[in-house]
T-cell receptor, first 113, second 108 residues
Framework: DARVTQTPRDKVTEMGQEVTMRCQPI?????VFWYRQTMMQGLELLAY????????DSGMPKDRFSAEMPDATLATLKIQPSEPRDSAVYFC???????????FGPGTRLTVL | GQQVMQIPQYQHVQEGEDFTTYCNSS?????IQWYKQRPGGHPVFLIQ?????EVKKQKRLTFQFGEAKKNSSLHITATQTTDVGTYFC????????FGAGTTVTVRA
């Protein structure tokens, strides 16, 4: 049963700390997305990769957020330094190809105190 | 830039009744996808519509893509408690843009 996995599932940290979230896309999927979901803003696209290359990161605050795909089985989203307004659920999703359905991971619930 | 608007934001439905949620795009879409997110869960793909005027059914759910490929609707008949959740449309132009979602609650 192929699925997207994300770690950690929950993260509580203090303001100013570095946070790294990890995602393992479904094997064979060449497109990976990072979303942030909050009650106020809904589901926001932060960045996405195709064949490990960043295609669009316009939704991501560049000064503190960074996203990478070190290899085809791992995507990371890093926040440094974290702020309380970063508190949200962060979803990773993978897609076999652009235009196809997206498979979402279970999300990482981040709380920054 | 591309914007996808979804209405209503909230839908409170009596069990057994029908309802419709609507999705409108500021630009013509290549396709539109619908997702459902249960409370505490993650979005799960329901369906994709590609052709102008396309209508697809999944049991009690009917999805429609407008003739101009700028709007879509999801109609649910005989609502059940299992229909609770947030329904998102996502329009694909050069990238996928999600609407704000319609959160559905059901009164038994």
């Amino acid at each position: 049963d192929a699925r997207v996995t994300q770690t950690p599932r929950d993260k509580v940290t203090e303001m100013g700390q570095e946070v790294t979230m990890r995602c393992q896309p479904i094997l064979g999927h060449n497109t990976v997305f990072w979303y942030r979901q909050t009650m106020m803003q809904g589901l926001e696209l932060l960045a996405y990769f195709r064949n490990r290359a960043p295609l669009d990161d316009s939704g991501m605050p560049k000064d503190r957020f960074s996203a990478e795909m070190p290899d085809a089985t791992l995507a990371t989203l890093k926040i440094q330094p974290s702020e309380p307004r970063d508190s949200a659920v962060y979803f990773c999703a993978s897609q076999e190809a652009l235009g196809y359905e997206q498979f979402f991971g279970p999300g990482t619930r981040l709380t920054v105190l | 830039g591309q914007q996808v608007m979804q209405i209503p934001q909230y839908q409170h439905v009596q069990e057994g009744e029908d309802f419709t949620t609507y999705c409108n795009s500021s630009t013509t879409l290549s396709n539109i996808q619908w997702y459902k997110q249960r409370p505490g869960g993650h979005p799960v793909f329901l369906i994709q519509l590609v052709k102008s005027g396309e209508v697809k059914k999944q049991k009690r759910l009917t999805f429609q893509f407008g003739e101009a490929k700028k709007n879509s609707s999801l109609h649910i008949t005989a609502t059940q408690t299992t229909d609770v959740g947030t329904y998102f449309c996502a329009g694909y132009d050069y990238k996928l843009s999600f609407g704000a979602g319609t959160t559905v609650t059901v009164r038994a």
